[in-house]
């Protein structure tokens, strides 16, 4: 069974750091574009950052500076590091994968952010 399993959220003040990781199990991302998404109460999913095989990232202008997005091949896992959280970070963050679209999805891991 395919799975992508996100931890590391979590309750912290602004300003403070969380690091999101997202393990991959049942098949190899290693050739994958991933990709974090959030969704805050009430908005729509919206893109935070992506990674692809060659090692180019994006990100979205809400995270540039402060959120960084790596992977580790060995371990088939993807990381989001968050600094300087905001209370607008606040949101179920989902890691996902596929090739021309991302077609695998996580459950999600809620990160809250207290000002």
């Known amino acids: 069974q395919v799975q992508l399993v996100e931890s590391g959220g979590g309750l912290v003040q602004a300003g403070a750091s969380l690091r999101l990781s997202c393990a991959a199990s049942g098949r190899t991302f290693s050739n994958y574009p991933m990709g974090w998404f959030r969704q805050a109460p009430g908005k729509e999913r919206e893109f935070v950052a992506a990674?692809?095989?060659?090692?180019?990232?994006n990100y979205a202008d809400s995270g540039k500076g402060r959120f960084s997005i790596s992977r580790d091949m060995a371990k088939d896992t993807v990381y989001l590091r968050m600094n300087s959280l905001k209370p607008e970070d606040t949101a179920v963050y989902y890691c996902a994968a596929g090739i021309g679209g991302y077609s695998y999805w996580g459950r999600g891991t809620q990160v809250t952010v207290s000002s």
């Open positions: 990674t692809r095989t060659g090692g180019n990232s």
